[in-house]
């Protein structure tokens, strides 16, 4: 669990660690555009209240939250430094959009290079392809390197201005509410699941890195406001409260063995128990169906061809013979554990009607 605080700023919501208030809602579901505020703290002046106040994100106020990671409140007595980077460190990776901004250092720290953090994260998120909008005074001596690898790694030039930073940071939110991808699929994220990390051979460290890896990988691509069908095998629920979209989960054999014989009574408590999801679904391929390319697809935890002349999207069998005749699998480990969009689908079915598939070696065929 994160540990955070939410304040009302303006209308605008504001997130930031603080040690003597600790708010642990797990009623809480990520919802809206998550802006991280990167940028030094020491020995730069107060530039981040300017950021979350400032007019252009009026517009917004509705639809995004500042990641602040400057406390409230500071205390040394009883600052823990391995819990702020902790804690940084995966509202980063969790965020929508990263924002830079270097003022000019107005307080020597001893002891201290101004920003030295910042240009560790900068490069970072640069590396895990974030949506950055950066910027930094023109007189400061690591522009020039930062500037070239902000340009080789997203094409784009650093703000001289934060105004200018600002603005880059406002077509990125434009970008993410006007996304033409309104619908993602997924499936087999089995998060927290230890058997999964060790027998579809993922290349984590541990479960905790399986599970920040797909948070980041699975808020890269899906908006706060999309439709996401994910096909079964969630793995620990509580990980959803962290993901971007409207999740719909329709169950797997994970789902279906924790479910029992009452199948009904599982569906009406989990989502009781997780008000994360928009809706939990028993593996019916006659009932849950999507357009794909003008073509009803049948969605299904495992891999079915029993509906004549209809396409498939599945899960189940973790990215081996990943296209088949009928149907395509949308789960993580066929995908560099990331979901794919409505347009990703559509290039896949597109491939299928065009005869391009897998040998079958699961299934029979459709003809």
Known sequence: MFNFRIYNNDMIQVIQPDNDIFLDDKNFKKDKIFIFLAGPIQGAPDYKSTIIKHPKFKKYEDKIIFIDPKRKKFDASTFDYNSQVSWETRYLRMSDIVLF???????????????????????????????????????????????????????????????????????????????????????????????????????????????????????????????????????????????????????GNYEYKDAGKDVKAYIRNTKKQYPYFQDILEDKPKENTVEINNETVHMTHKPV????????????????????????????????????TLRDAEFFLNALQQGYYDENVFQTSRK
């Open 305 to 340: 061809n029993c509906i004549k002349d209809k396409w498939n999207i599945f899960g189940h069998i973790h990215g081996r013979n990943m296209m088949k005749e009928y149907g395509f699998d949308v789960g993580v480990d066929a995908h560099n554990y990331t979901p794919l």
């Open 101 to 251: 901004w270097i003022p000019e250092e107005v307080e020597k720290i001893p002891g201290r290079d101004y920003a030295q953090t910042t240009r560790v994260e900068f490069l970072e998120c640069l590396a895990r392809k974030k949506k950055i909008a950066a910027g930094m005074e023109e007189t400061l001596p690591l522009r020039k390197y930062m500037d070239y690898k902000f340009k080789y790694y997203q094409g784009k030039e650093l703000a001289y201005t934060l105004e200018e930073t600002i603005n880059q940071c406002t077509i990125l939110i434009d970008k993410i509410v006007n996304t033409v991808d309104k619908i993602c699929f997924t499936s087999d994220t089995h998060f927290s699941q230890q058997r999964t990390l060790d027998l579809s051979r993922r290349p984590f460290i541990d479960t905790f890195d399986m599970d920040e890896h797909l948070i980041e990988n699975w808020n890269n691509t899906v908006s706060p406001f999309a439709t996401v069908y994910h096909l079964g095998d969630f793995g620990d629920l509580t990980k959803a409260r962290y993901l971007n979209g409207n999740i719909n989960l329709i169950m």
